[in-house]
């Protein structure tokens, strides 16, 4: 008999998001993003527009200290409004991966 093995991931997945998919009552001064594996942070971005299609991060986002799958990006002070997450990233096994979401300000 053949025995099946499983096989890895093979490209990071977003695993949990802050602010997440939805609304919040106040308006965040980061966006982290953390993933299944671990991140090239030199290779990898986030960036967050306004429904005007308008950059209101803060540039280049950076690794979170000590947590290797999280990446972190500052904002510019942000109105009511919804507002699209949009990250690539590059897993440290050299897989690229990317994806969107949106979160609604809404005090």
Request: net charge neutral; hydrophobic share 40%.
């Amino acid at each position: 008999m053949i025995g099946l093995t499983g096989q890895a991931e093979a490209h990071a997945k977003l695993r949990e998001a802050s602010p997440a998919e939805g609304i919040v009552k106040s308006a965040p001064a980061e966006v982290i993003v953390t993933f299944t594996e671990a991140l090239e942070p030199k290779f990898s971005k986030i960036e967050v527009t306004d429904s005007k299609g308008q950059r209101v991060d803060q540039g280049t986002a950076q690794a979170v200290p000590g947590e290797p799958a999280r990446l972190a990006v500052a904002l510019k002070p942000l109105a009511a409004g919804t507002y699209k997450v949009t990250w690539r990233v590059v897993s440290v096994d050299t897989h690229r991966s990317e994806g969107s979401y949106q979160f609604t300000v809404a005090p």
